[in-house]
């Protein structure tokens, strides 16, 4: 058996333009898909069952609408942005959240440089909190199935985002209180 593999960004679970840098999991690059009149959507290899956990989306280079968020097991929208399709609920760059295609509130704008930090706690179905740019917004999304993956997407323009779990941004995995779901093959 060899060592433990680094969770970070999926290479299944991800549009073409999704490209997950080969030295660093933890940071995509999303190429402009104007072209193809989509969005490039990717979420991460590490989903959360049980328990509180937390982590955190700085965005590099951001879409002209940039999209982060989470997503359910079964969510196969890499065409679509992260929040407007099926079993994902996100944050658009404007601060509008979207829960299943649906706008379900109004947080704030966030562009290259800004942080995200989602907290969740999950005892059956999940609730999730938000914070951008350190401004808390509680409980944004409620009643989320288990497990849930953290996920970003861009619309149409370019987008880079770093992902790091638990917020510790080093590479041991999370070892706290519930359990952490990984990626299937």
């Given at each position: 058996a060899g060592a433990a593999r680094r969770p970070g960004w999926s290479r299944k679970a991800a549009h073409a333009l999704a490209l997950v840098d080969e030295a660093d999991p933890c940071l995509v690059s999303i190429s402009d898909s104007r072209a193809l009149?989509?969005?490039?959507?990717?979420?991460?290899?590490?989903?959360?069952?049980?328990?509180e956990h937390s982590w955190q989306v700085d965005v590099e280079a951001c879409s002209d609408?940039?999209?982060?968020?989470?997503?359910?097991?079964?969510?196969?929208?890499?065409?679509?942005p992260v929040g407007r399709s099926l079993h994902s609920w996100g944050v658009a760059s404007s601060g509008a959240?979207?829960?299943?295609?649906e706008e379900v509130g109004m947080l704030r704008e966030f562009r290259a440089g800004s942080r995200l930090v989602f907290s969740v706690l999950t005892n059956g179905s999940a609730s999730v909190?938000?914070?951008?740019?350190?401004?808390?917004?509680?409980?944004?999304?409620?009643?989320?199935?288990?497990p849930i993956f953290p996920a970003v997407s861009n619309c149409r323009s370019g987008?880079?985002?770093?992902?790091?779990?638990?917020?510790?941004?080093?590479?041991?995995p999370h070892r706290g209180s519930g359990s952490a779901a990984p990626e299937s093959p």
């Open positions: 009149g989509e969005a490039a959507a990717i979420r991460a290899t590490r989903g959360f069952q049980s328990g609408w940039s999209y982060v968020g989470i997503v359910a097991e079964p969510w196969l929208a890499v065409s679509s959240a979207y829960a299943c295609r909190s938000v914070t951008v740019d350190g401004e808390e917004f509680p409980e944004v999304f409620k009643e989320l199935p288990a987008a880079r985002y770093r992902l790091s779990f638990d917020c510790e941004g080093e590479a041991a």
